[in-house]
Protein backbone atom coordinates (compact mmCIF):
# COMPACT_ATOMS: atom_id res chain seq x y z
CA UNK A 1 0.00 0.00 0.00
CA UNK A 2 2.38 2.28 0.77
CA UNK A 3 4.53 1.65 -2.60
CA UNK A 4 1.33 2.50 -4.22
CA UNK A 5 0.79 6.17 -2.60
CA UNK A 6 4.84 6.85 -3.15
CA UNK A 7 4.01 5.79 -6.73
CA UNK A 8 1.46 7.91 -7.20
CA UNK A 9 2.53 11.08 -5.23
CA UNK A 10 6.03 10.87 -7.44
CA UNK A 11 3.73 10.57 -10.91
CA UNK A 12 2.20 13.67 -9.70
CA UNK A 13 5.51 16.28 -9.01
CA UNK A 14 6.92 14.93 -12.05
CA UNK A 15 7.16 17.38 -14.79
CA UNK A 16 5.50 16.76 -18.71
CA UNK A 17 8.39 16.14 -19.76
CA UNK A 18 9.78 13.61 -17.56
CA UNK A 19 6.48 11.89 -17.03
CA UNK A 20 6.83 11.12 -21.25
CA UNK A 21 9.73 9.48 -20.87
CA UNK A 22 8.87 7.81 -18.05
CA UNK A 23 5.23 6.53 -19.84
CA UNK A 24 7.78 5.20 -22.60
CA UNK A 25 9.59 3.22 -20.54
CA UNK A 26 6.73 1.57 -18.47
CA UNK A 27 5.42 0.70 -21.84
CA UNK A 28 7.92 -0.17 -23.57
CA UNK A 29 8.68 -2.45 -20.30
CA UNK A 30 5.28 -3.55 -20.51
CA UNK A 31 5.37 -4.40 -24.34
CA UNK A 32 8.53 -6.01 -24.03
CA UNK A 33 9.05 -9.96 -25.28
CA UNK A 34 8.04 -11.00 -21.68
CA UNK A 35 4.77 -9.95 -21.15
CA UNK A 36 3.96 -8.88 -17.06
CA UNK A 37 1.34 -11.16 -15.35
CA UNK A 38 1.27 -9.12 -12.32
CA UNK A 39 1.44 -5.58 -11.78
CA UNK A 40 3.00 -4.34 -8.52
CA UNK A 41 1.42 -3.05 -6.79
CA UNK A 42 -1.68 -4.00 -7.12
CA UNK A 43 -4.37 -1.62 -6.32
CA UNK A 44 -5.60 -2.76 -2.82
CA UNK A 45 -8.96 -0.75 -3.46
CA UNK A 46 -10.02 -3.25 -5.87
CA UNK A 47 -8.92 -6.52 -3.98
CA UNK A 48 -11.19 -7.93 -1.14
CA UNK A 49 -10.21 -8.38 2.01
CA UNK A 50 -9.01 -11.76 2.08
CA UNK A 51 -6.42 -11.13 -0.86
CA UNK A 52 -5.43 -7.73 0.82
CA UNK A 53 -4.24 -9.76 3.69
CA UNK A 54 -2.79 -12.33 1.50
CA UNK A 55 -0.14 -9.57 -0.26
CA UNK A 56 0.44 -8.13 3.03
CA UNK A 57 1.06 -11.41 4.57
CA UNK A 58 3.73 -12.12 1.18
CA UNK A 59 4.91 -9.13 1.22
CA UNK A 60 6.15 -9.16 5.45
CA UNK A 61 7.57 -12.02 4.53
CA UNK A 62 9.77 -11.05 2.20
CA UNK A 63 10.92 -7.81 3.98
CA UNK A 64 11.83 -10.49 6.93
CA UNK A 65 13.96 -12.42 4.47
CA UNK A 66 15.55 -9.15 2.99
CA UNK A 67 16.42 -7.46 5.93
CA UNK A 68 17.89 -11.04 7.71
CA UNK A 69 21.28 -10.21 9.18
CA UNK A 70 22.98 -12.70 11.11
CA UNK A 71 26.53 -12.20 11.56
CA UNK A 72 24.73 -8.20 12.73
CA UNK A 73 22.37 -10.03 15.24
CA UNK A 74 25.64 -12.15 16.27
CA UNK A 75 27.41 -8.95 16.85
CA UNK A 76 24.72 -6.96 19.14
CA UNK A 77 23.81 -10.25 21.58
CA UNK A 78 27.58 -11.33 22.23
CA UNK A 79 27.70 -7.02 22.72
CA UNK A 80 24.92 -7.03 25.07
CA UNK A 81 26.17 -10.46 26.94
CA UNK A 82 29.48 -8.43 27.54
CA UNK A 83 27.95 -5.32 28.49
CA UNK A 84 25.60 -7.63 31.20
CA UNK A 85 28.39 -10.00 32.43
CA UNK A 86 30.99 -6.53 32.73
CA UNK A 87 28.52 -4.62 34.78
CA UNK A 88 27.06 -7.14 37.02
CA UNK A 89 31.07 -8.55 37.51
CA UNK A 90 31.78 -4.31 38.66
CA UNK A 91 28.84 -4.60 40.68
CA UNK A 92 29.69 -7.63 42.90
CA UNK A 93 33.71 -6.91 43.10
CA UNK A 94 34.65 -3.19 42.77
CA UNK A 95 31.67 -1.26 43.42
CA UNK A 96 31.80 0.81 46.87
CA UNK A 97 28.29 0.84 48.17
CA UNK A 98 28.83 2.85 50.90
CA UNK A 99 26.70 0.91 53.78
CA UNK A 100 27.59 -1.44 56.26
CA UNK A 101 25.95 -4.31 55.55
CA UNK A 102 27.64 -4.99 51.84
CA UNK A 103 25.57 -7.98 50.34
CA UNK A 104 28.50 -9.25 48.41
CA UNK A 105 30.89 -8.80 51.23
CA UNK A 106 31.38 -13.09 51.52
CA UNK A 107 31.79 -13.19 47.87
CA UNK A 108 34.24 -10.15 47.42
CA UNK A 109 36.40 -11.32 50.42
CA UNK A 110 36.45 -15.00 48.92
CA UNK A 111 37.73 -13.72 45.82
CA UNK A 112 40.04 -11.33 46.48
CA UNK A 113 41.73 -14.02 49.07
CA UNK A 114 42.09 -16.59 46.30
CA UNK A 115 43.77 -13.97 44.11
CA UNK A 116 45.49 -12.49 47.03
CA UNK A 117 47.11 -16.45 47.36
CA UNK A 118 48.63 -15.41 43.60
CA UNK A 119 50.06 -12.41 44.22
CA UNK A 120 54.26 -13.16 44.53
CA UNK A 121 54.59 -12.48 48.20
CA UNK A 122 52.03 -15.18 48.82
CA UNK A 123 53.33 -17.40 46.22
CA UNK A 124 56.22 -18.64 48.36
CA UNK A 125 54.71 -19.19 51.15
CA UNK A 126 52.11 -21.78 49.53
CA UNK A 127 55.31 -23.51 47.92
CA UNK A 128 57.24 -23.90 51.19
CA UNK A 129 57.47 -27.71 51.84
CA UNK A 130 55.35 -28.45 55.41
CA UNK A 131 58.53 -31.22 56.27
CA UNK A 132 57.03 -32.77 58.92
CA UNK A 133 53.99 -33.79 57.43
CA UNK A 134 56.28 -35.07 54.45
CA UNK A 135 58.08 -37.33 57.36
CA UNK A 136 55.35 -38.07 58.82
CA UNK A 137 53.89 -39.34 56.12
CA UNK A 138 56.83 -41.53 55.18
CA UNK A 139 56.95 -43.24 58.43
CA UNK A 140 53.24 -44.64 58.01
Same mark, same amino acid.
Given at each position: MFPT &? !?? *?? +??? +????LLRNTASTALKSASTGPYKLKKVW???FTKLSEK?? %?RFERRYKRRLKLATVRPRWDKFIK &???LFS??? !? &??YTVLFMDWEQEN?????? *?? *? %??? %?FGALTP?????RRTPDIEAIT? *???I
Amino acid at each position: MFPT &L !VR *RT +AEK +ATSSLLRNTASTALKSASTGPYKLKKVWPPDFTKLSEKDQ %FRFERRYKRRLKLATVRPRWDKFIK &LAQLFSMIS !V &LIYTVLFMDWEQENNPFQGI *RD *R %FWD %FFGALTPEQRHQRRTPDIEAITN *RKQI
